[in-house]
């Protein structure tokens, strides 16, 4: 049975900064520290990601996938989706909704949804999902402030 889980980070820069970060899945291995390797295999026709390859190693975790990914038009809101079983999952349903705070800040709200193939007892499973979560919004928050205003 899958699980799902929200954490929520507020990041010093206006939706649109946050958005660009989040669909170039080309420059995450600069700042995403689990990730071995990412590949953009699809595209849609105005440029976003369709399909991305996702090769990523957290230690006691290590695993391969694809995900297929969607976008709100005005790309506040971008979800994906696991396209096949891989090794460790199942499925995992996620998404990052994008709020403007109205004061050049954004609310950053991670959703994520996955079931395991392997078993593992619910209170591992959740410090597990919470660790991955906090460590993904985190490196999100420093990337985006990193980056000089456009």
């Not at 990730?35 to 105005?46: A, G, P, R």
């Not at 696991?82 to 199942?90: A, Y």
């Not at 499925?91 to 954004?106: A, E, R």
Request: with cysteine; proline share 3%.
């Amino acid at each position: 049975m899958a699980d799902t889980s929200t954490q929520s980070i507020q990041v010093h820069a206006p939706v649109d900064r946050v958005a660009a970060v989040i669909c170039d899945f080309p420059r995450y291995p600069e700042w995403v520290d689990a990730l071995k390797q990412i590949d953009v295999l699809e595209e849609y026709e105005d440029g976003y990601a369709a399909r991305v390859h996702w090769v990523i190693d957290a230690g006691v975790m290590a695993d391969e996938y694809t995900l297929e990914y969607a976008y709100a038009d005005d790309l506040t809101r971008v979800e994906w989706q696991l396209v096949e079983p891989s090794k460790t999952q199942k499925t995992q349903d996620g998404s990052y909704d994008l709020t403007d705070n109205g004061d050049g800040t954004t609310t950053v709200t991670y959703t994520l949804e996955v079931e395991l193939s392997i078993g593992m007892l619910g209170m591992f499973r959740r410090k597990a999902e919470k660790m991955i979560m906090d460590t993904a919004l985190k490196q999100l928050k420093r990337r985006v402030e990193s980056l000089p205003a456009s």
